[in-house]
């Protein structure tokens, strides 16, 4: 991890931006840049603090604008009158900066504006001091190296088991019914035929003659 820019502020700035509550840096121009950045005191040579760049705004268009803003970018009125005469009214917004315990020097050339390119050992020094990652890069992890897939084993097909054959029990012979014990009905005896009833005409006859005749 390394920071690779920096800008340059003026130490009333700076002191705004670290101890006064300030989150707003009045610059001329927009920056696109979107990053962790160094804070470079004009002239110092050292990178004194950190801060995330997060945003530009509009420019500011005149002096009511600038003191409504005072809480933003904490310059008092003259420092306010200063930046509207040198163009300085477009915000750039800063999160997050801290002051570096030990400002981390560098060799600073000739920079065309307020932006500084920093090299990488001095960008991985000031993110050391930040109490961010360690100076010195870690190696880089080995690639490892792609194996070619095996080739997978054909299944053997499982051999189907033999279904036993289903064993049927014989079914059992029907028993024979058995004898029945019963004693045969006795037949009816026949009942005495009854003598034909002689008539009443006949009984007369057979008395007559036995008064008359004596049979």
Known sequence: MTIEKAIIVDEEQLAALTGGGATWLMQRRRWNYRGRIGLVVRGSGAVSAVAEMADCLEAIENATGMASAAGHHGLDADAQKAALEAGATVPWVLA???????????????????????????GAAVVAAAGGAPATAAPPAEVPTAKAPATPAKPTPAKPKPTPAATKKPEAAPKPAAASTAKPAAKPKPEPSPEPAQSTAARGISWIRRIFIGD
Not at 96 to 107: D, K, R
Not at 110 to 119: H, M, V
């Open 96 to 122: 997050g900066v801290m002051a570096l315990p030990t400002p981390v020097s560098f060799e600073q050339g000739r920079a065309p504006g307020p932006n500084i390119n920093l090299d990488a050992v001095t």
